[in-house]
């Protein structure tokens, strides 16, 4: 049997993340991917996944509990969710920067007793700088227990459409931050996640310059991938290129068959499915 692509980004697609943890902010997402989105149960997202011979899925978790003033997707959750599908899921932990050391402890437990397999920032929600120092130590805890690090960059459909965008502010996704951290961090594997639009440059640019960073190209369907992302994902940068959905605002089956409208060598199509995910993820 051929072995599985491995979507290296996905949202729980329950109430917890859609309803309880997302309140008008994803309402808003759901309409800039153009509807709304149906909660639906674990069960349901594997027969998707099986459907689209996906095999594993990194599934994070959420808290951005200091900006939103909404209960986060908790980490334990994230790892039940993981027991439940063994083999499937890979859970990302995440932490709300705000929380000071005790953010700090809790990415501690989440490797250590839960057992999960990388941390997942979204400085646009969590509203911080990633290069500021005063949050290295999450990075630094990272680089301990040798995870990668996700970290969303270019706009979001997090707020987007509402007045004043939710509160929320693009700035704090451009990936240039996190360009100093790749330089501080060179031992950290870092994934820029989405194409970085409107910074779709420089993240290529930082990409290109630090070889311990991944682009992740998730939350877009690959029809609408600027040219110069199609060029460097097949030529310059292919060994670092990796395929995520953003589930569930994309699917895999709408993800995967947009994809193929993309003129890719196979070889390249392969690594950017799955092998660079195994060398991202030491799986
Ligand atoms: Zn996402």
């Given at each position: 049997m051929v072995k599985g692509f491995i979507d290296t980004h996905a949202h729980p697609p329950t109430e917890e993340y859609l309803v309880t943890a997302g309140g008008q902010y994803i309402t808003a997402a759901a309409k800039h991917f153009g509807g709304s989105i149906r909660p639906r149960t674990f069960d349901e997202m594997i027969i998707e996944y099986d459907a689209a011979n996906v095999e594993k899925v990194v599934l994070v978790a959420w808290d951005a509990e200091t900006t939103t003033q909404l209960p986060k997707v908790s980490n334990d959750f994230i790892a039940k969710a993981v027991d439940q599908y063994p083999g499937r899921l890979i859970g990302f932990a995440c932490v709300d920067p705000h929380k000071g050391k005790a953010a700090v402890k809790e990415l501690e437990r989440a490797f250590?007793?839960?057992?999960?397999?990388g941390a997942k920032f979204h400085p646009i929600a969590q509203a911080f700088y990633p290069n500021d120092k005063q949050y290295y130590p999450l990075f630094e805890k990272c680089l301990e227990y040798d995870v990668p690090v996700s970290v969303h960059t270019g706009t979001?459909?997090?707020?987007?459409?509402l007045p004043g965008g939710g509160q929320m502010k693009l700035k704090y996704a451009n990936p240039m931050y996190l360009d100093e951290v790749a330089a501080d961090f060179p031992e950290l594997r870092l994934i820029a996640s989405h194409p970085s639009w409107p910074w779709q440059n420089e993240q290529l640019a930082v990409a290109m310059h630090k070889s311990n960073v991944y682009v992740e190209i998730s939350g877009w369907s690959p029809k609408y991938f600027e040219p110069i992302l199609v060029t460097y994902m097949t030529k310059l940068i292919s060994d670092r290129v990796v395929f995520g959905t953003d589930y569930p605002f994309l699917t895999p089956k709408r993800w995967l068959k947009d994809f193929e409208t993309l003129d890719i060598r196979p070889e390249v199509k392969q690594k950017i499915l799955r092998n660079n995910a195994v060398k991202l993820l030491k799986l």
């Open positions: 250590k007793d839960l057992k999960l397999q979001t459909g997090w707020g987007s459409g």
